[in-house]
């Protein structure tokens, strides 16, 4: 397993501090610490520094500039990432299962498979993206599709218990704030 | 998981992770302009509030959000088998998952017989150490998430449902952890709070019907269509029931995937779709040129 995450590990507790931006782990600009807490016996296992709108700013440039260039490539190339993907993920199956065991307590007998199919995922989008004809042409016409652009994906917050589906602000009144718990 | 792709040695700013809340990090990604589109798993009002904040940059989104799933046990089925399927869609990922399957409609006429076999095969459901490849169900994943699991165990017994196994609190031993008992209610009317309102927790409504129409009535009684199962022997009755359930996907005769079929949901459950082909249009715009 890689190191290049800076993941530090003192007296049991894992500290992570950088995220991951234009192709490298960097300090997080956010200052906010979250406790990840073991469910099996509600002690401090990890600290995780959050992100801020700023660190937020700069993984969307990033992606920006990305978009300018990968946008463009071809089928084959995106295929090739794709396998490379999941060739990387492949070799981690063991640490991601264990993470969720620890991390939310998902029960190993959920928690493999569920790892291998996100991993299966890859080269399942890679078969999908081969099958999807990209161009259709009739007559004097010509219809492509084309990538949307950058796109923000967030996941359920199982693992620190409250991450994206903590809170969202409400237009009105000012004062509600959602509760919610890591519902879906 | 972030470490072991970087391996894959994509080109820069292709993949990007921030780790953090949604009302500073997923509020930014929903109103900055640079970004064209949210795919959102999470909670209804999460997801309703990305909806209405990214109207204002014409945002593209998906949103998987929540389920309370329908299991229809048809009168033919086979009960060794079909209890087994339905509780294991019922306490998937200890019941924390959006496609739990919390709602088992069972036919008047096998109910006694649907309940003895439920306490029977619940045994097999052991409650423990998550690591150890015999434990069913984990511990929640918070103390809040545990908390809001005894508030609906109580919320049934008050609405008048019958605990047919668990119940409120701890399983013994297991005190100092977030592990709640797994918990069968029989006597479960549809409209009540534990068969409408998502619990995110091991907690299965069983609610008896008389006819076949009355069953699918019952599935489709619902806020949520993102997963359902039909259990049953004769296969083009179980198909011509699946057909009528307003859901993503209905699984026939057991939890199973197919990572080519797309997975979203109906109603309150969400927009759009994802995996395979249904997931990558997600991602795509249509652009025709057309010459004179």
């Known amino acids: 397993m890689a190191t290049t995450g800076k993941i530090t590990e003192r007296d049991g507790i894992k500290t992570i501090t950088t995220h991951y931006i234009d192709g490298a782990f960097v300090e997080s600009h956010g200052r906010e610490v979250i406790d990840v807490i073991k469910p099996t016996n509600g002690k401090v296992i990890a600290r995780v520094t959050l992100a801020d709108e700023e660190d937020t700013r700069l993984a969307i440039a990033a992606a920006k500039r990305a978009f300018a260039t990968y946008g463009r490539s071809a089928k084959e190339e995106r295929a090739k990432i794709l396998r490379r993907l999941h060739e990387a993920a492949s070799a981690c199956i063991d640490d991601l299962t264990a993470a969720m065991v620890e991390e939310y307590g998902g029960v190993v007998q959920f928690a493999r498979p569920i790892v291998e199919s996100g991993v299966n995922a890859f080269l399942a989008s890679e078969k999908a993206l081969q099958d999807l004809p990209l161009t259709r042409s009739w007559g004097k016409t010509t219809v492509t599709l084309e990538p949307v652009g950058v796109a923000g994906l967030l996941p359920r917050g199982m693992q620190t218990r409250c991450s994206f589906a903590s809170s969202w602000p409400r237009p009105s009144p000012p004062a509600v704030r959602l509760s919610l718990s890591p519902a879906s | ?292």
């Open chain 2, 1 to 292: 998981m972030v470490e072991s792709l970087h391996e894959a040695n994509l080109p820069k700013g292709l993949l990007n992770v921030v780790t953090g809340l949604g009302n500073i990090v997923g509020a930014e990604l929903t109103r900055n302009p640079d970004v064209a589109k949210i795919s959102f798993t999470g909670s209804v009002g999460v997801g309703e509030g990305i909806m209405r904040d990214g109207a204002a940059t014409m945002k593209r989104v998906t949103l998987e959000l929540g389920g309370k799933s329908p299991t229809i046990l048809l009168d033919d089925a086979v009960l060794d088998k079909a209890i087994p399927a339905a509780l294991v869609l019922a306490f998937m990922n200890s019941g924390q998952a959006c496609a739990a399957g919390t709602r088992l409609l069972v036919p008047k006429s096998r109910l006694d017989e649907v309940k003895r076999g439920i306490r029977t095969a619940m045994r097999a459901f052991t409650v423990g150490d998550p690591a150890d490849p015999k434990t069913a169900i984990g511990p929640m994943v918070s103390q809040k998430q545990y908390e809001r699991v005894q508030s609906y165990i109580r919320k049934g017994i008050e609405e008048g449902a019958e605990v047919l196994a668990g119940g409120e609190g701890h399983p013994e031993g297991l005190e100092a952890g977030y592990f709640a008992k797994p918990t069968v209610f029989a006597n479960v009317k549809n409209d009540m709070s534990i068969a409408q309102e998502e619990i995110f927790g091991p907690v299965l409504c069983v609610i008896a019907y008389d006819s076949e129409d009355e069953a699918i009535r019952t599935a489709n009684d619902s806020k949520y269509g993102l997963h359902a199962a039909v259990l049953g022997t004769d296969l083009q009755r179980a198909r011509r029931v699946a057909s009528q359930i307003r859901a993503g996907r209905v699984v026939i005769n057991g939890m199973t995937d197919d990572p080519q079929a797309p997975w979203g949901g109906f109603k309150y459950s969400g927009v759009g779709r994802e995996y395979g082909r249904y997931g990558m249009e997600a991602f795509l715009e249509t652009r025709a040129i057309l010459e004179s």
